[in-house]
């Protein structure tokens, strides 16, 4: 089994940052890609940031340059750094990764538990 372990939400005044954090755990053999969505109130969940093993990265739209997705493969972590937040990047984000659980299978596509983020004055 595999958890995908996310931390790092809140609340944050427009402009403000915040770093999110998600840790995978459990029986893997390799991740390949990991990356962040979202799912506002009423909206459907959308590509925030991915990554590649090899670091290759793709941004949504409505982020790019504002905010940064970085891993740490021996730790099978990946970060999402969020700068001049705007109230409408508020949103509950997800963690995913796609994870080879041995040499043999393919990459299953794992979720983490969602990390509240509220940007508001």
């Known amino acids: 089994q595999v958890q995908l372990a996310e931390s790092g939400g809140g609340l944050v005044q427009p402009g403000g940052s915040l770093r999110l954090s998600c840790a995978a755990s459990g029986s893997i053999f390799s991740i390949n890609a990991m990356g962040w969505y979202r799912q506002a109130p009423g909206k459907q969940r959308e590509l925030v940031a991915s990554?590649?093993?090899?670091?290759?990265?793709d941004y949504g739209d409505s982020v790019k340059g504002r905010f940064t997705i970085s891993r740490d493969n021996a730790k099978n972590t990946v970060y999402l750094q969020m700068n001049s937040l705007k109230p409408e990047d508020t949103a509950v984000y997800y963690c995913?990764?796609?994870?080879?659980?041995?040499?043999?299978?393919?990459?299953?596509?794992?979720w983490g538990q969602g990390s509240q983020v509220t940007v508001s004055s």
């Open positions: 990554i590649t093993s090899g670091g290759s990265t």
């Open positions: 995913n990764a796609q994870v080879r659980l041995r040499l043999w299978t393919r990459p299953e596509d794992y």
